[in-house]
């Protein structure tokens, strides 16, 4: 019997959850879809740049484990692009890591507390507003 697979520790779920190449039409279009892990592996070693140990640490994972993660995000990527297809952010075996905020304002240290508001989504305090 297969061990069931280990949740990945996320620290960014992305809120844009799909694109589809220009020109072809939503009806005639592939999909392939990307885990928030995989998505996770990408942030982190291509945008975030860091090194696969701290990657792996982050995502609460061994090296060879994230290696396979960011291995299948970058094949399915490159299939999307090189054939055309679209891609769509979803599902997969994560967990939501805790995140801490300093105010600068007040100066208080909450767990994802902030709200956003407004047209850009800025993030304000619950207790000073700021």
């Known amino acids: 019997m297969a061990r069931p697979p280990k949740e990945?520790?996320?620290?960014?779920?992305?809120?844009?959850?799909?694109?589809?190449?220009?020109?072809?039409?939503?009806?005639?279009?592939?999909?392939?879809?990307?885990?928030?892990?995989?998505?996770?592996?990408?942030?982190?070693?291509?945008l975030v740049g860091l090194n696969q140990e701290e990657s792996a640490q982050r995502m609460g994972v061994s090296r060879p484990t994230f290696q396979r993660v960011l291995t299948d995000a970058r094949k399915k990527i490159g299939e999307a692009?090189?054939?055309?297809?679209?891609?769509?952010?979803?599902?997969?075996?994560?967990?939501?890591?805790?995140?801490?905020?300093?105010?600068?304002?007040?100066?208080k240290k909450y767990k994802n507390p902030f709200k956003r508001r407004g047209r850009h989504g800025i993030m304000f305090c619950p207790d000073c507003q700021q």
């Open 81 to 107: 692009l090189i054939q055309g297809k679209g891609i769509k952010f979803q599902g997969g075996d994560y967990k939501l890591a805790e995140h801490y905020v300093h105010c600068s304002g007040c100066g």
């Open 8 to 46: 990945r520790r996320v620290e960014y779920i992305p809120e844009i959850k799909f694109f589809k190449p220009a020109g072809v039409p939503g009806r005639n279009l592939e999909i392939i879809s990307l885990t928030i892990e995989e998505v996770e592996a990408i942030r982190l070693k291509d």
